[in-house]
């Protein structure tokens, strides 16, 4: 089973509607980062999340870490086409840092115009 | 403007034909990373770099090598590539380790390579 999971796998929503994707570990997460893929590309790197409550915003998208640690969120206001793409969480699973993040399977998010 | 940058974008090679792909940073920084994506599936390390200390991950097949010739460049080398090795190479780098929860990974476009 996967270490990370990630819900839903897949979503469409209509432009202008607001989102939710989860991103939950059977471990504690020391350090959760959201990636966006467009499809065929690299990753790009949207935020970190470190502490437990932690809530970062960029533009109009919001991620959250609870505080408990195993589960963050990634909240998308206002939906546009540009906000398509293939959403991954990585995290640091171990406290000591190897340098290894393990990936969510993605989510992969589609705006209807 | 592209800070890490892989080539060639798209590889195309021949069953049990070496291949090997490209990776530069313009960010100096320590570490570097190599991630396999198959289709619709989580990256998955296949190995990195700290500095020269080469870091190999217990499940990656021996058909895998890496070198760092310097700090900017990394190479993902694939002595015999099977049907099962065509995929999305991806690399990364990393200022440091550090401390978990500290450690940002920038990628780069990917190669996509295809085995025939």
């Known amino acids: 089973s996967q270490e990370l999971e990630q819900s839903p796998q897949s979503l469409i929503v209509q432009e202008g509607k607001n989102l939710t994707i989860n991103c939950t570990s059977s471990k504690t997460l020391y350090g959760l980062y959201w990636y966006k893929q467009k499809y065929g590309e690299g990753l790009i790197f949207l935020m970190m999340l470190q502490k437990g409550g932690e809530e970062k915003s960029h533009e109009k998208i919001t991620a959250k870490l609870d505080e408990k640690k195993q589960q963050s969120s990634l909240h998308i206001t206002a939906s546009q086409p540009s906000h398509a793409g293939i959403y991954l969480c990585?995290?640091?699973?171990?406290?000591?840092?190897?340098?290894?993040?393990?990936f969510g399977q993605g989510t992969t998010l589609q705006v209807k115009p | 403007d592209a800070m890490v940058i892989q080539n060639p974008r798209y590889q195309v090679t021949q069953f049990g034909k070496p291949v090997t792909l490209s990776c530069s940073q313009t960010?100096?920084?320590?570490?570097m990373y190599w991630y396999q994506q198959k289709s619709s599936q989580a990256p998955k390390l296949l190995f990195h770099y700290y500095d020269k200390d080469f870091n190999n991950e217990a499940d990656t097949p021996d058909n895998f090598q890496s070198r760092r010739p310097n700090t900017s460049f990394c190479f993902l080398d694939i002595r015999s590539p099977g049907l099962g090795d065509a995929a999305m190479y991806l690399c990364?780098?990393?200022?440091?380790?550090?401390?978990?929860?500290?450690?940002?990974?920038?990628f780069g476009a990917g190669t996509r390579l295809s085995v025939l």
């Open positions: 990364a780098t990393s200022r440091d380790r550090g401390l978990a929860g500290r450690n940002i990974q920038y």
């Open positions: 990585g995290a640091d699973i171990v406290a000591s840092n190897t340098g290894k993040l393990i």
């Open positions: 960010l100096n920084h320590n570490v």
